[in-house]
């Protein structure tokens, strides 16, 4: 039985595992549904949440949540394609990287369902601007730890610049005057992962 992803590439939190999979060379079979529509029913044949990311593993196990996920496949992984360092002060640092760009997508998302989907009688402002000032919050962040050149993971890429770039690249696809400060090194580090196959076949960003 094959490795199957559920979740839209739209989806930052899906993303990440297709991008962690292409990373570590696991071929994953798609199923690109959507949290909304007919497609709901579906998916909580699935997860009874009806929420993705779900892994159907080769046993047909069916994983939910990003970070679980990414546990699997960093225990499944041989130790020269694992993305997060074993231990110590780096495996920290990698965390607190991915944990920012998680909150950042988070707020993200929770954003998309405040402005971009509920109808504009029932928006409530102050809330709106409470999410946009955590999403900068977190783009700052992100960008006085992203690194200047090459990866944070060295000569390729690891969970931090899986996170960043994922991160910034959700925020552009639905948000994107939240980037008008120009966070020039994530900017820089998205484009170099992005150029890369294994990002930039799940771009959302990209045009069609
Ligand atoms: N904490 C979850 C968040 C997953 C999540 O928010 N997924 C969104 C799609 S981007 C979803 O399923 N939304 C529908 C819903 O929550 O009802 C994870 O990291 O896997």
Not at 1 to 21: C, E, H, K, N, Q
Not at 74 to 91: M, T
Not at 106 to 129: D, H, M, S
Not at 131 to 145: H, K, N, V, Y
């Amino acid at each position: 039985m094959a490795t199957i992803l559920y979740g839209r590439d739209l989806s930052p939190f899906a993303r990440r595992v297709a991008v962690w999979a292409a990373l570590q060379g696991v071929a994953l079979e798609r199923r690109p549904l959507m949290v909304n529509g007919p497609d709901f029913e579906t998916l909580k044949t699935v997860n009874p949440m009806g929420r993705v990311p779900i892994l159907m593993t080769e046993d047909g196990e069916a994983l939910i949540e990003t970070a679980a996920i990414i546990d699997f496949l960093e225990e499944q992984a041989p130790a020269e394609a694992k993305l997060i360092p074993v231990s110590g002060a780096p495996r920290r640092e990698v965390l607190q990287i991915m944990a920012y760009g998680h909150n950042t997508v988070e707020k993200g998302v929770a954003l998309v369902y405040e402005k971009n989907r509920r109808p504009e009688e029932f928006q409530w402002p102050e809330w709106r601007a409470r999410l946009e000032g955590q999403i900068t919050g977190g783009l700052d962040e992100m960008e006085s730890r992203a690194p200047a050149d090459g990866f944070a993971g060295g000569d390729r890429p690891n969970g931090a610049d899986v996170c960043l770039t994922l991160a910034r690249d959700f925020i552009q696809a639905t948000n994107p005057y939240l980037l008008d400060q120009g966070y020039p090194k994530l900017t820089a580090l998205a484009a170099r992962c992005n150029a890369m196959a294994e990002f930039g076949a799940s771009n959302p960003t990209a045009p069609a």
